[in-house]
């Protein structure tokens, strides 16, 4: 069970009423009386230690006065079923110092668990509220995403030239482009570790819906499943974007048809990702422009290579980033 699902549970049963959550401490307490009962061969003497479990469980899910009761009920059932001579309550003196010390040590498991309680529900609201700023700040960050591709637009309609218009157009792509991976990487709840495979074939669909439209080009994704950090994830994205981008403005002139493949998988020493065509062969013109430089200076921050090959038809890109040191852990 993860952290957040528990923290869900508590606070449920926190909510309970009085006389519930005294009901709920009871029923632990005759749970861990039966497995006493019936573990008795192999514990022997060793009667407390089921039923401080059951002391801190019940002050951890109702609180600190579910603990007290949970800790009173179980001294008496021990006094009674337990100790030596049993089924009555004449305790020998040894019998007394060790439910006193009992009592004493569930009095302070109760007060620990009450605690760390305190700190749990201090935690949860600070994280409640780290995600509000974190939605407002996604939030704006796209707004502001939007206000600049609009106004980009509003300057390729006022420009009469030709390359100006084509440079902005670049630029309006590559904006629309980080937007729409901001909604895929920064959504609510979403896991620092992301599912590459899952991750990837957003991007995909993404792509065919957003850039390819109705031309005969189909774009696919073949994907290992393993877990990347988001870092990396934004480098994959942003690669993924600017490689497809290029082949759909290259590779295919004339609404030509073909196919781009986007393929990741991981080797003994390095994370590969492969993006290929089966266009008109690699865009000699483009390899120095900006797009590549941005993919560059990416790969640069997880000490990333690229290389470029002809897939005769068409062009082979190839990245590779060090795993070495990196979690890339494969999902089940």
């Known amino acids: 069970m993860q952290i957040p699902q528990a923290r869900t549970i508590v606070a449920h049963t926190r909510r309970w009423s009085a006389s519930r959550r005294y009901l709920a401490a009871t029923g632990l307490v005759a749970i861990a009386a039966t497995l006493r009962w019936a573990l008795d061969p192999w514990l022997g003497e060793a009667n407390y230690i089921l039923f401080l479990l059951v002391v801190a469980l019940s002050s951890l899910l109702f609180e600190r006065g579910s603990g007290l009761w949970a800790s009173i009920l179980s001294a008496v059932v021990v006094a009674y079923l337990f100790a030596e001579p049993r089924n009555n309550f004449a305790l020998t003196e040894g019998d007394t110092i060790s439910l006193f010390v009992f009592l004493l040590s569930c009095f302070l498991v109760s007060l620990v668990a009450e605690m760390v309680r305190t700190l749990a529900d201090k935690l949860l609201a600070a994280d409640q509220e780290k995600e509000t700023l974190y ?30 218009r084509d440079s902005l157009q670049t630029v309006a792509d590559r904006i629309s482009s980080i937007a729409r991976l901001d909604q895929l990487l920064f959504r609510p709840g979403m896991p620092d570790e992301i599912e590459a495979c899952a991750y990837l074939e957003e991007i995909t669909d993404d792509i065919n819906a957003a850039l390819v439209g109705h031309r005969p080009i189909t774009v696919y994704c073949d994907a290992e499943k393993h877990y990347i950090d988001r870092a990396l994830a934004e480098t994959l994205g942003i690669t993924v974007n600017e490689l497809v981008t290029n082949a759909l403005k290259y590779a295919f002139p004339d609404e030509a048809a073909g196919y781009l493949a986007i393929q990741f998988r991981a080797e003994a020493s390095a994370l590969v990702l492969t993006v290929q065509d089966n266009g008109k062969g690699c865009p000699t013109m483009a390899l120095g422009g900006s797009g590549w430089k941005l993919i560059q200076s990416m790969l640069g921050r997880h000490q990333g290579t690229m290389a470029v090959e002809d897939a005769a038809p068409g062009c082979k890109v190839v990245i590779r980033i060090p795993s070495k040191g990196r979690a890339a852990q494969s999902a089940a």
């Not at 206000?147 to 390359?163: D, F, L, N, P, Y």
């Open 135 to 164: 939605r407002e700040l996604h939030h704006r960050t796209r707004n502001n995403l939007q206000i600049i591709g609009a106004t980009i637009a509003v300057q390729m309609a006022k420009t009469a030239s030709r390359e100006t």
